[in-house]
């Protein structure tokens, strides 16, 4: 008997609970979304690094999965005016395209925080002084960022990257301003 009590104050808890609990907006982004991007380029190759400016857009789809979290797919399509190297012997970067994943987790009905990872491939142009080539290099990208709504769906965010080409024999760091806006 004393079980059955508890279970009854249990439910009436769980029913009254529950239209407060669907009032709850999910503060995680859904939908999809465009954006255009500018910021810091480092890479590290040849033994050596270099600066530059990394622009260009991206894209994606955010699905909620929670309250207040998203699971969303990403591309991104940059180029870069960072060289390693001299007018003689260099490196290059060129385009870089990237598709991943990331797990969006809304922090306010604002903004949101996530963080991403999947793969990508940059085109390098490469000089010995002798012979000029280009090629691409496959590898990955892991990073972190933060968005902010500025009005309607229009957003400003902020995002950190790592990306690791062929091995780990060029490295990249990057810092990245976005403008956006979700349909």
């Known amino acids: 008997m004393k079980n059955i009590a508890i279970l009854a104050a249990a439910s009436s808890i769980a029913l009254v609970a ?26 590290k190759a040849l033994g050596d690094t270099d ?3 990394v622009y260009g857009v991206g894209g994606g789809y955010d699905f909620a999965v929670g309250n207040n979290v998203s699971l969303g797919l990403d591309v991104e399509a940059t180029d870069s005016t960072q060289k390693v190297g001299d007018d003689t ?9 990237y598709a991943g ?6 922090i306010s009905d604002k903004a949101n925080v996530y963080v991403k ?8 142009k490469a000089s010995d ?3 000029t080539a280009a090629d691409n290099a496959d590898g990955w990208r892991l990073g972190t960022g933060l968005q902010y709504n500025i009005a309607g769906k229009a957003y400003v965010g902020g995002e950190y990257r790592f990306s690791s080409y062929e091995g780990g ?7 990245a301003l976005t403008l956006g806006t979700r349909f």
């Open 101 to 106: 994943g990331r797990v969006s987790f809304g």
């Open 89 to 97: 012997v260099y490196v290059k970067s060129g385009r870089d395209l």
């Open 169 to 175: 024999d060029l490295k990249r760091h990057q810092v």
């Open 129 to 131: 002084g002798v012979t």
């Open 117 to 124: 990872g999947g793969y990508t491939n940059a085109r390098f």
């Open 18 to 43: 529950t239209p407060a609990l669907a009032q709850t907006a999910n503060t995680a982004p859904v939908g999809p979304r465009v954006e255009a991007l500018v910021g810091y380029d480092s890479l």
């Open 51 to 53: 600066d530059g400016v």
